[in-house]
């Protein structure tokens, strides 16, 4: 390998200047502390002691290499990453949830895909971001509709100097690279922040325990490439300390190759006609607008207006030269999708004891799809959330969290492809679907540090355009009237300081899902249909610790269990993630500019289809080491999978060996 022979370059250096005999901190030094963007943030409550998001801090990002965010929330617990094999899609599942139930948004503005509610994390860069927040079970029915198992928030950075300045430079194991810039000014009444990300990968080295498959010889991984840039800005403007408006503009650019199946399940419909599929273009644009007025002492009144664009294209070939489209399995897809939307929030403080906020949101979504050569088939939605939310102090130890959501969704247009003429015409016009949230915390504060919580909420989502109006290729029937699908969720956690430099948590938690959307075979011949027809409970454990064993030495640990039990049909198995997950890192700073960390992850086997293939249990070690080569600059060194451990997030689609990341970082003040 080419990469490891720099070490003595580049680490060496730093090894020999770090004289200081001294013990340092072994917390990763977080250049994001005071810089994240607060009005971008959803909280459940204003209050922070009783805060219920998981939260992965750019600091710890940057210190482990995590360059795209599913990556990032792995650290997490219950959190799965999760992957869609044949569309070359990674994601992550919050409690059993996948990403249609819990979706992302970009500081508070929805950024997931109109069409199938899904999103490729795997597109999105780390790079510009200052946090990532995870809400589970007691979400904030300010996010709106459709956050059955919680919500993912990608908040961006806000600078507090007057120039702020960091970046990277870094290669990849085989034929990668990568480069982010990030600046910022914090003037008397404005700021400016802009960031830059790119990374190109050619495509990923496979174990070498790898075993060849007829689509897959091993070594670089077929088709495995990938290129994303991603430039954000935002301009905000600060009149008083309780005034900020800001307008924001974020532009990402992909695309990517999908890796065949090379796998040995011969039920599967990849093994006898392997998908050979590539993405010219994954592209997302996103303007946003955000306000904070501040109406008198005691309220507040937020603002957001936002536009999202998602298009791409996908071409399918006829074989693994992808150089010709003749067999009637090939084709060219073309997406153009755009979501506008907007929202009000006020807040008061006005009456005793009581935090409340009231929300409006309306959201528009409109989906566009066509095959190379053929008409252009639309269908838009129109959604509406009214909400309200309190933080309730009854005493100076307990806390109350009510709040109740309703929304509704219109569907004021759905083109249907007749193949036969190739012309296009109307479905039947759907009725409104209408869907009602609701939640409870109650929260005990014995002292400083400590915090017990005991909540229960109802959350909806509503069918994805694709669950309601998609033919699956010629193998289902549509199904319009599609109700919601709900879940009713429980948790019962705890988290306090349990010593001098420990901190730990543990939450118990129970979801019961009901008008589960689900497939149904063979209500025609050979034809299935989407139907409001299952049931079925999440029942899990979360544990975690935080422990500072000294000033230069600490580790961090969680662990998972969840079961999902299929009530409707116990023989059809849930899919893509395992029942156990634990996560762990240590990490030591022997001397000032010397910074060491290990990490290792393991996953119990999970399901890769209904019928019962699965994907193996698997074991990974990481190691990563950072030296100060100037007061400004350090050199990194990322070793991820170190035994070229042979695994897959699904059967069939092996994942990456062995990787190496040399890194250079740099930044403008120490």
């Not at 982010?180 to 009444?189: D, E, S, V, Y």
Request: hydrophobic share 35%; proline share 5%.
């Amino acid at each position: 390998m080419r990469i490891p022979s720099t070490i003595a370059t580049f680490l060496l250096p730093a090894l020999l200047s770090a004289q200081q005999p001294g013990p340092a901190s072994a917390v990763p030094p977080d250049s994001t502390t005071g810089r994240i963007f607060q009005l971008g943030e959803v909280s459940v409550v204003a209050t922070k002691a009783v805060e219920q998001q998981d939260r992965v801090s750019a600091a710890i990002m940057a210190a482990q290499d995590k360059l795209d965010v599913p990556d990032a929330l792995n650290l997490l617990p219950g959190i799965a990453v999760t992957a869609s094999g044949n569309r070359n899609e990674t994601m992550v599942s919050v409690r059993g949830f996948d990403l249609r139930q819990v979706p992302v948004y970009m500081d508070g503005i929805p950024v997931y895909v109109p069409y199938d509610g899904y999103v490729d994390l795997g597109r999105f860069s780390t790079a510009d971001l200052a946090v990532i927040d995870v809400s589970k079970s007691l979400s904030s029915v300010l996010y709106g509709p459709n956050s059955l198992g919680g919500a993912i928030n990608l908040v961006s950075r806000k600078p507090e100097k007057k120039f702020e300045m960091d970046g990277a430079l870094g290669a990849i194991n085989d034929n990668g690279y990568l480069g982010n810039i990030n600046l910022g000014t914090r003037q008397r009444k404005f700021y400016v922040q802009g960031g830059y990300s790119y990374l190109h990968r050619d495509a990923f080295i496979l174990p070498e325990s790898f075993t060849p498959a007829k689509t897959e010889n091993g070594g670089q991984r077929e088709n495995a490439y990938r290129t994303d840039g991603k430039l954000s800005v935002k301009f905000g403007w600060t009149p008083n300390a309780k005034h900020e408006y800001v307008l924001g503009y974020i532009n990402q650019r992909g695309e990517k190759g999908n890796p065949p199946y090379a796998g040995d399940d011969t039920r599967n419909a990849q093994f006898t006609k392997p998908r050979y599929w590539q993405w010219p273009h994954w592209d997302k644009e996103t303007v946003y607008f955000l306000s904070n007025t501040a109406l008198t002492a005691q309220s507040h009144l937020r603002a957001k207006l936002y536009y999202d664009a998602f298009t791409n294209e996908i071409k399918a070939f006829d074989n693994a030269t992808y150089a010709t489209q003749n067999k009637p399995s090939s084709f060219t897809s073309y997406y153009d999708d755009y979501t506008y939307g907007g929202g009000l929030e006020y807040g008061t403080t006005r009456i005793s004891k009581n935090n409340i906020r009231l929300a409006l949101q309306y959201k528009t979504d409109v989906h566009r799809e066509h095959d190379l050569g053929m008409p252009v088939r639309t269908f838009n939605d129109n959604t509406i959330t009214v909400g309200v939310e309190d933080s309730w102090r009854l005493t100076d130890k307990f806390q109350l969290v009510p709040g109740i959501g309703y929304s509704v969704r219109n569907n004021t247009r759905a083109d249907d492809f007749i193949a036969n003429t190739e012309t296009i015409q109307p479905y039947p016009v759907a009725g409104a679907s209408e869907a009602w949230n609701g939640q409870v915390g109650l929260f005990y504060l014995p002292k400083d540090g400590h915090k017990v919580g005991l909540s229960a909420s109802h959350r909806t989502r509503f069918a994805t355009i694709k669950d309601r109006y998609s033919y699956r290729m010629g193998t289902a029937i549509p199904n319009s009237g599609l109700k919601p699908e709900s879940a009713d969720n429980l948790e019962m956690g705890y988290t306090g300081r349990a010593a001098k430099g420990l901190t730990v948590q543990a939450a118990l938690f129970y979801s019961r899902i009901t008008d589960v959307i689900m497939s149904i075979s063979e209500v025609q011949p050979g034809k299935a249909q989407m139907r409001n027809a299952g049931r079925a409970e999440y029942t899990g454990v979360e544990a975690g610790f935080t422990w500072e064993l000294r000033k230069n030495l600490s580790a961090t640990a969680n662990y998972t269990y969840i079961e999902r039990r299929n009530l409707e049909d116990p023989s059809l198995r849930f899919t893509d993630v395992p029942n156990t997950k634990v996560i762990g890192y240590i990490t030591y700073k022997p001397v000032e500019r010397l910074r060491l960390i290990a990490s290792a992850e393991h996953n119990s086997s999970r399901y890769s289809t209904s019928y019962g293939t699965k994907a193996d249990a698997f074991t990974l070690l990481n190691a990563f080491i950072s030296g100060k080569v100037w007061k400004y600059a350090s050199m990194e060194l990322g070793v991820n999978n170190l035994f070229d451990t042979n695994y897959c997030l699904v059967e069939g689609y092996p994942e990456e060996g062995r990787t190496f990341i040399l890194t250079l970082r740099f930044q403008n003040h120490e």
